[in-house]
């Protein structure tokens, strides 16, 4: 494949010509609000309207209503999840912090609006492949970079939002490598999207991270019929989970300078976490407002100042009640029985690791409880990628 063909396949000549140019300046401009710019109400006004201009010009661009099709569509994993936040945006109404949840609720929204119009553009199954996985590890390399220059660091740097990405690529390569058959030309393309994502999964030290990539990848190897590398997987962690000495020495090697106490307590989250379940008992069933639950223990205790609430399930319950807990579990479950009555269609192996991936990465990241990034986008694009999927694997059955 030559350059311009990579180039025009993967999506990036298109964001990059005269038609496309201010909506990919609008996203990064909004992709680095974020990630780096501090909360304030210029740049909170940074974010809507970058938000707002990328919407519009999707909807300008999209065939029909883009909100119509998008909650209309007939697919049950981007149903429950558009469910999920609309329910999210009615918090508004007994939020700890009204604006703030609708804000944060209707953004992903909006999110998954445009992810719905970029993605739907994609004529072919390698286009549609080739568009998410370039995208998102540009976009991780470029994190990856940036955060080690705002934070003076060169190598090994904490960072959550490009480890959990990281996390979901590798399950999703690492999926579709053990069910790839004589294409290799993709295989090729697999195990360089898989080291990329496997070394700055590395020097990310997240224990989080690296134990959702182990899980998305065992259940990509049971998809695929390769018990035995499940077994070999499940054998390992045993091994070393029982020998406190091996465990160490191995979490000092894929994370420098953390320890065996530091990964069980979450780097101090199970603390935060206690505070969090105290005041959810309070509001059981509605909870404080979508994305409020971490505002109300930073406000209550003065003893905290997470940005999330450091675990989607955590999040969902102090957030939204047991009523949230329920759609955000019935989301997962949705997602999950799609890939698997898709799993022997192209791309559905790869899809399915990654939703476990970040199933398994919510304990510890709350990426989908509260604000977006990086993470968040991630996610929502796995999710309409299923029936992107589908929708390409029946137009090639039906010539």
Request: aromatic share 16%; net charge positive; hydrophobic share 45%.
């Amino acid at each position: 494949m030559n350059v311009n063909s990579f180039l025009r396949k993967s999506g990036i000549k298109t964001a990059f010509s005269k038609s496309y140019i201010w909506f990919t300046i609008a996203f990064i401009v909004w992709y680095y609000r974020i990630g780096y710019m501090p909360q304030s109400g210029a740049t909170t006004l940074i974010q809507v309207s970058t938000l707002a201009f990328m919407f519009l010009f999707a909807h300008k661009h999209c065939r029909g209503n883009l909100i119509s099709k998008v909650i209309g569509r007939n697919n049950s994993p981007i149903t429950t999840l558009v469910l999920l936040y609309l329910y999210a945006a009615i918090s508004l109404l007994w939020a700890y912090q009204p604006f703030l949840s609708g804000f944060l609720s209707i953004q992903n929204i909006l999110i998954i609006c445009i992810l719905y119009w970029y993605f739907s553009r994609c004529r072919t199954f390698d286009g549609a492949e080739q568009c998410f996985l370039n995208f998102f590890i540009i976009f991780n390399v470029i994190d990856c970079i940036l955060a080690r220059i705002y934070n003076h660091t060169f190598l090994f740097y904490h960072h959550l939002p490009a480890s959990s990405v990281a996390a979901m690529c590798t399950s999703y390569c690492f999926g579709e490598l053990m069910n790839s058959k004589r294409d290799l030309k993709r295989k090729r393309y697999l195990k360089l999207c898989a080291l990329i994502s496997i070394i700055i999964l590395l020097l990310s030290t997240s224990s989080g991270g690296n134990a959702a990539a182990l899980a998305g990848i065992a259940f990509g190897c049971f998809l695929s019929g390769k018990i035995l590398i499940c077994l070999f997987i499940g054998i390992g962690t045993w091994v070393i989970l029982s020998n406190p000495d091996l465990m160490d020495s191995f979490i000092l090697f894929i994370m420098p300078g953390k320890t065996m106490e530091m990964v069980e307590t979450g780097t101090g989250r199970t603390i935060f976490w206690e505070y969090e379940l105290f005041y959810a008992s309070r509001k059981p069933f509605f909870g404080w407002g979508f994305g409020c639950i971490e505002r109300v223990v930073t406000g209550m205790t003065n003893e905290f100042n997470y940005p999330d609430a450091h675990s989607n399930y955590v999040g969902f319950y102090g957030s939204l009640g047991v009523f949230g807990c329920v759609l955000a579990g019935i989301h997962f479950m949705c997602c999950l029985l799609y890939g698997l009555s898709h799993r022997y269609k192209k791309g559905f192996v790869g899809l399915s690791s990654a939703i476990v991936c970040a199933i398994v990465n919510g304990y510890s990241y709350g990426f989908l409880s509260g604000k977006a990034c990086s993470t968040t986008v991630m996610y929502f694009a796995v999710v309409i990628l299923m029936f992107i999927y589908a929708r390409l694997s029946k137009r090639r059955q039906n010539g």
